[in-house]
C-alpha cells in the first residue's frame, strides 16, 4: 500500500512552459485535493474533487487545470507557468469525513 | 465559508514541558477537526483527530480538546520532546462539506533540548 505518491518530486520549468504534476492514490479514497505551499506558509486549496469525473476549484485556482478520470489519479496541469507558481505542491486523498493523506510533494521552480 | 484561526504562531518550549496550541473557527456547522504535524521539507501528517461529539480524545502524549460552544479546538503536548520540533497545522471542515479542509495558519513549535 503506496498510499499518496506524487512525480516528478522536484522541477524547474522556464516561464511560459507547461507541465502536468500526477498524483496517485491506491486508497479507493473518493476525494482527492491539491494545495499549494509557499515558503513559511499555509496550505492553499488549488482543487478539489469528490469523485471520478467531479472537480471543483478551491481557493487559488487560477492558472491550473485538473481532471479526474479514473478514481485512483488526479493530475494538475500548469499552463503557461509563471514566477508566482513557484510552490511546493501537495496532493492528498481522504474518505468521506476522514483526515486526508498527504502525498510527499513536488517542489516546483519556475525561473 | 470557514475561517480557522489558530495561536501561537511560533512557540518555544524546553524539553520535557508541556505545549498548548489553540484554534477557533467560524462555521457552527463544523464537524471534524485534524491536527497535522509538518516536519522541515517533509508533508503534513496527520496526528489526531477529533469529531464535534467528544470533546476530549488522547493518544499517548498527544490530546486534543473541543470546546463546541465557544468553537475552539486545542491540541496539548505533554513531556516534550526534541522531536516534536515541527509546524503544527489545526483543521476544520468548511461549512458542512464534509469534505473540503480550511487549515490554520500554522505554529512553529521548538523543542530546546
Known amino acids: 500500500n503506496a498510499g499518496v505518491t506524487q512525480t516528478p518530486k522536484f522541477r524547474i520549468l522556464k516561464i511560459g512552459q507547461s507541465m502536468t504534476l500526477q498524483c496517485t492514490q491506491d486508497m479507493n479514497h473518493n476525494y482527492m485535493y491539491w494545495y499549494r505551499q509557499d515558503p513559511g506558509m499555509g496550505l492553499k486549496l488549488i482543487y478539489y474533487s469528490v469523485g471520478a469525473g467531479i472537480t471543483d476549484k478551491g481557493e487559488v485556482p487560477n492558472g491550473y487545470n485538473v481532471s479526474r478520470s479514473t478514481t485512483e489519479d488526479f493530475p494538475l496541469r500548469l499552463e503557461l507557468a509563471a514566477p508566482s507558481q513557484t510552490s511546493v505542491y501537495f496532493c492528498?486523498?481522504?474518505?468521506?469525513?476522514?483526515?486526508?493523506?498527504f502525498g510527499p510533494g513536488t517542489r516546483l521552480t519556475v525561473t | 465559508g470557514e475561517n480557522v484561526e489558530q495561536h501561537p504562531s511560533t512557540l518555544s518550549v524546553q524539553e520535557g514541558d508541556s505545549a498548548v496550541i489553540k484554534c477557533t473557527y467560524s462555521d457552527s456547522a463544523s464537524n471534524y477537526f485534524p491536527w497535522y504535524k509538518q516536519e522541515l521539507g517533509k508533508r503534513p501528517q496527520l496526528i489526531i483527530d477529533?469529531?464535534?461529539?467528544?470533546g476530549e480524545k488522547k493518544d499517548q502524549r498527544i490530546a486534543v480538546t473541543l470546546n463546541k460552544t465557544a468553537k475552539h479546538f486545542s491540541l496539548h503536548i505533554t513531556e516534550t520532546q526534541p522531536e516534536d520540533s515541527a509546524v503544527y497545522f489545526c483543521a476544520a471542515f468548511e461549512g458542512g462539506s464534509n469534505y473540503k479542509l480550511t487549515f490554520g495558519k500554522g505554529t512553529l513549535l521548538t523543542v530546546n533540548p
Open positions: 492528498a486523498s481522504s474518505y468521506h469525513l476522514q483526515g486526508q493523506y
Open positions: 477529533i469529531r464535534s461529539n467528544v
